[in-house]
């Protein structure tokens, strides 16, 4: 008896878009990736610094809200929002930071509270001494 084979139809096929454009208040990419990409109920956004008009702000308070803003507005070009993100993943070149981040990203995030990773790295682009990247989840309809 052969085996039947299982049809995908293009609906139920995972869709994959991605954003190349760049935001009215997001940073332009500093490399060769996308900011934004929808993989089905998936949006997510790579790594945002503190970079305004190319121009890195100074501090990692400011850094962080700066980078808040660029996340907002990747989010905002898929659709979605802040209190869709489900995953951030946060960068900071000194843990001695940690504290100052923490207000920050809280000051940015609002009241939405997503699941958090924060790694200590030895250097990040342009300078940058915070980055945040972005996992949300909002179903296609």
């Known amino acids: 008896m052969a085996a039947k084979k299982k049809s995908v139809s293009k609906k139920s096929a995972s869709k994959k878009t991605a954003t190349h454009k760049p935001a009215s208040k997001a940073a332009a990419p500093v490399g060769p990736y ?25 501090g ?5 809200a700066q980078a808040v803003v660029n996340l907002k507005a990747r989010l905002a070009e898929a659709g979605v929002s802040v209190n869709d993100v489900k995953k951030t993943l946060c960068f900071l070149t000194d843990m001695d930071t940690f504290a ?9 995030f609002g009241k939405s509270r997503p699941a958090r ?3 200590g790295v ?6 940058g001494q915070v980055e945040i990247e972005a996992w949300a989840y909002k179903p296609l309809r």
């Open 34 to 58: 996308t900011p934004v990409v929808r993989a089905g109920d998936w949006v997510i956004v790579s790594g945002q610094l503190g970079l305004k008009d190319g121009v890195m702000q100074k």
């Open 117 to 119: 990773s924060t790694i």
């Open 122 to 127: 030895a250097a990040l682009p342009a300078g």
């Open 60 to 64: 990692v308070s400011a850094q962080t």
């Open 100 to 108: 100052t981040f923490n207000e920050a990203y809280v000051a940015g």
